[in-house]
């Protein structure tokens, strides 16, 4: 049974940083391609990055690009998103997603299993 958990959200200012962690269990890394989504309140949840073993084909969304960078450690089975200079449109609740069946990496019908989520508050 795969199982993901998110963890290292929290309330942060503008302009700070923080790192969220997917941690997999019951499923193979290498597999398959990852991605983290995000969904703001009242708004379609959206995909922010995506990749794959060996990092060759990363994915940002535009309105991240050049601030956050998602990462996977096949050894220890986890992925990361480290995200700076955190901005208020960046509030929402973010999401580890695995097993990619789809076309689109910022398809969310395109993954299979998903988290539960961690929430990222951004106040300016």
């Known amino acids: 049974q795969v199982q993901l958990v998110e963890s290292g959200g929290g309330s942060v200012q503008a302009g700070w940083s923080l790192t969220l962690s997917c941690a997999a269990s019951?499923?193979?890394?290498?597999?398959?391609?990852m991605g983290w989504f995000r969904q703001a309140a009242g708004k379609e949840r959206e995909g922010v990055a995506s990749t794959r073993t060996g990092g060759a084909d990363t994915y940002y969304a535009e309105s991240v690009k050049g601030r956050f960078t998602i990462s996977l450690d096949n050894a220890k089975n986890m992925l990361y998103l480290q995200m700076n200079s955190l901005k208020p449109e960046d509030t929402a609740k973010y999401y580890c997603a695995a097993r990619f069946v789809g076309r689109n990496w910022y398809d969310k019908n395109a993954f299979r299993y998903w988290g539960q989520g961690t929430q990222v508050t951004v106040s300016s």
């Open positions: 019951g499923y193979t890394f290498s597999a398959y391609r």
